[in-house]
């Protein structure tokens, strides 16, 4: 692989809860850092809403040496305000492409079919995953047609003022036409439904003669978590306060690191040019500091069970042994990742 990255949310925006709430440029300067030093990358996906702290990430990125993939995300819109969203962040893009020229890429969207309005029945992507008629209209295909209409309009926005190289992070219910984009992506996860067939699921993408990046995969750090790829979410009942595990989880970070470097090995030997780990951090838990404080006394298990990051959060306010600086400590994952980029 020639891209050797890691994911790195700015401030993702679900159902209005900011899952990096604190944004502290001092924290997000060393955690770049630490990223290109320690992790061995040199490359990062910067995701986020807020094209504000997108933009001082990028900075600090490119700076120390990173190549930065700018997936600015607008979830559960209309997609005309998508649009328009995205062609503010093709302007603060391009001015960093006009000073770091082959150092930045530009992704429209992110599994777009899910995290828009208009494609499924729902409000919001946990409505549209659990509608009644999503698997009929997604195994007729009913939204490919909308989707690669609304991609065609974004990559012909974006293109007016990025000059740079512009790819998609689509999922696997979208056949997506590649040919207005420079690089194919996907977030491709691996779960027990796809082990033994996941090489083939990435040749998928190897023939549209263009290079392939894998912009987001991973696993949760509990055991069974390799089972359930991107769901591995779904082992809490999140509607009920607090949320309750649905069954016993036993914390494991060795099943982490142990599936995300089979999941490199794999990307890597199959000629993927580009993967991006999900993720280095997860902060918080979505909330305002008042209602995230209650939240976490009131839970009764470990919320790093279904955390992809690679490193684990002290959401009490401590910080790690190895990086004191820091409130956070690094998982086993995190040596999995840095050995193998180290070495690859």
């Given at each position: 692989m ?8 700015v ?16 924290i997000?300067?060393r ?9 061995h990358?040199?490359?990062v ?16 990125a490119?700076e ?18 998508t ?9 603060v ?15 429209v969207?992110?599994e ?62 979208e ?10 992506g996907v ?11 996941y090489?083939?699921l ?24 390799e ?8 082992i ?12 016993n ?14 999941l490199l ?51 009490d ?22 050995d ?5």
């Amino acid at each position: 692989m020639n891209r050797k990255g890691v994911c790195y949310d700015v401030g993702r925006v679900m159902m209005g809860r900011n899952w990096r709430p604190n944004f502290d440029p001092k924290i997000v300067r060393r955690e770049l850092e630490i990223i290109k030093n320690d992790l061995h990358c040199n490359a990062v996906r910067l995701q986020g809403l807020d094209l504000g702290r997108l933009e001082i990430a990028t900075a600090d990125a490119l700076e120390g040496g990173l190549e930065v993939w700018f997936s600015p995300e607008m979830w559960d819109q209309e997609p005309g305000e998508t649009l328009r969203y995205l062609k503010d962040g093709a302007l603060v893009a391009e001015q960093f492409r006009q000073r770091w020229p082959r150092r930045i890429v530009f992704s429209v969207g992110s599994e777009v079919t899910l995290f828009t309005q208009g494609f499924f029945e729902g409000r919001n992507v946990l409505e549209r995953l659990n509608h009644p008629t999503f698997w009929e209209t997604a195994k007729a295909g009913k939204q490919n047609a909308p989707l690669n209409e609304f991609l065609r309009q974004a990559v012909s926005s974006v293109r007016k003022i990025f000059q740079g190289p512009i790819t998609y992070a689509s999922v696997g219910l979208e056949s997506v036409d590649w040919a207005p984009f420079d690089i194919v992506g996907v977030d491709l996860y691996r779960d027990k439904r796809t082990r033994e067939l996941y090489p083939n699921l990435i040749k998928r993408y190897l023939g549209f003669d263009k290079p392939l990046a894998n912009m987001e995969f991973g696993c949760c750090t509990f055991r069974g978590a390799e089972d359930l790829g991107g769901r591995g979410w779904d082992i809490v009942d999140w509607s009920t306060t607090p949320p309750q595990l649905k069954a016993n989880y036993v914390y494991d970070q060795s099943v982490q690191a142990g599936e995300v470097a089979e999941l490199l090995r794999i990307n890597d030997e199959a000629g993927v040019d580009a993967t991006f780990v999900f993720t280095f951090v997860e902060p918080g838990a979505g909330l305002e500091d008042d209602m995230e404080q209650q939240l976490l006394k009131a839970i009764n298990f470990d919320l790093d069970l279904v955390r992809y990051s690679l490193v684990k959060s002290f959401l009490d306010g401590g910080h790690g042994s190895r990086y004191p600086d820091m409130p956070w400590e690094p998982k086993e994952s995190f040596r999995a990742v840095a050995d193998y980029y180290a070495s690859h």
